[in-house]
């Protein structure tokens, strides 16, 4: 079951993430209006450029005036303003709830919930796709402020329905299907440890055919990197429930530290490449708090 003290509807939380923003530099077209600039060029509200005129254009778009000083036929562009998809896919694999206090899952959820906040908020069309070893629909994407209590709703249910499941992680073949809905270029979110057993490499090589731009918010503990494992242990992958017998040195926690930070440094040179984000968030501190850090003056540029 879900921790009795786990509110997605913290009122706390909520107020904080309607105080940030995220702006798109670019939105894909086909979309509604709301506060993001597309590169479109239509009849929006901010004036942008001229073209020459062309058949099949609103005579109402002409400038008359250039007109009539200059003799041209030309348009009038202003720059459109559409809505950016955002698409949450918050790790509810099984690994995600080993620590018995403050489970990364729970925090996951939280930095989910606290994103689609902002996204509903600013008229954004948000969805969660929780995953494991596989991804679900957990909520198509739809827009709304009133929307929020439905989203909460979903993440706990899917919660609870990854608890008993006890998933492993791939997140390789979650991707991989969250291509093939065919969604709307966007900005997908994903929400985990990233400690897939396949690696980085696996899990890039789904995300490069991937035409959506990437936001990584990686769910850490400082133990992570820096374990305080000593001496002749048996460690157990809480997953597969395979076991391996190490003996751990100091050269040992060397090479595990250089491959630590090598996995993540792969991640963050993909996202950089693809114009994204990439946010660690302690699972020790408070959510909100750190979600706001990538935040400048109230805006995030994704």
Same mark, same amino acid.
């Given at each position: 079951?879900?921790?009795d003290d786990f509110n997605l509807l913290d009122p706390e939380l909520l107020e904080q993430a309607r105080a940030l923003r995220i702006v798109a530099r670019r939105v894909a077209p086909a979309g509604r ?37 200059? !003799? ?34 729970? /925090? ?13 908020? #600013? ?23 009133? +929307?929020?209590?439905?989203?909460? $709703?979903?993440?706990? $249910?899917?919660?609870?329905?990854? #608890?008993?499941?006890?998933? !492993? ?15 709307? $270029?966007?900005?997908v979110v994903v929400v985990s440890d990233f400690l897939d057993p396949r690696g980085a490499a696996a899990v890039l090589s789904e995300f490069k055919r991937s035409r959506h731009r990437p936001l990584f /918010? ?11 494992? +000593? ?12 076991? $391996? ?9 060397? +090479? ?18 693809? #114009? ?20 400048? !003056? !109230?805006?995030?540029?994704?």
């Amino acid at each position: 079951m879900v921790q009795d003290d786990f509110n997605l509807l913290d009122p706390e939380l909520l107020e904080q993430a309607r105080a940030l923003r995220i702006v798109a530099r670019r939105v894909a077209p086909a979309g509604r209006w709301a506060e993001h600039r597309s590169r479109d060029r239509g009849q929006g509200l901010e004036f942008q450029d001229y073209r020459p005129y062309s058949p099949g254009d609103e005579l109402r778009a002409v400038d008359w005036n250039i007109y009539r000083r200059l !003799g041209r036929v030309v348009i009038r562009l202003f720059e459109e303003m559409e809505d950016l998809p955002i698409y949450l896919l918050p790790d509810l694999s099984f690994s995600m709830w080993q620590e018995a206090a403050d489970p990364r899952a729970v /925090v996951a959820m939280k930095a989910a919930i606290g994103l689609a906040a902002i996204g509903l908020d #600013q008229h954004d069309r948000v969805g969660v796709f929780p995953f494991g070893e596989e991804l679900e629909v957990g909520i198509r994407p739809m827009s709304g402020r009133s +929307r929020l209590t439905a989203f909460a $709703q979903a993440l706990t $249910q899917s919660a609870r329905d990854a #608890q008993d499941r006890k998933s !492993g992680t791939d997140l390789a073949a979650a991707m991989s299907r969250f291509r093939g809905l065919g969604l709307r $270029q966007g900005l997908v979110v994903v929400v985990s440890d990233f400690l897939d057993p396949r690696g980085a490499a696996a899990v890039l090589s789904e995300f490069k055919r991937s035409r959506h731009r990437p936001l990584f /918010v990686a769910i850490t503990r400082p133990e992570d990197r820096d374990p305080a494992l +000593r001496g002749d242990v048996r460690v157990r992958d809480c997953e597969t429930g395979d076991t $391996q017998d190490v003996s751990i040195t100091d050269a040992v926690l060397e +090479r595990y530290r250089a491959a630590y930070d090598e996995h993540f440094a792969a991640l963050q040179s993909f996202v950089k490449q693809r #114009q994204g984000g990439w946010l660690e968030i302690d699972a020790d501190v408070d959510v909100m708090d750190q979600l706001a850090t990538m935040f400048e !003056g !109230g805006r995030f540029v994704a």
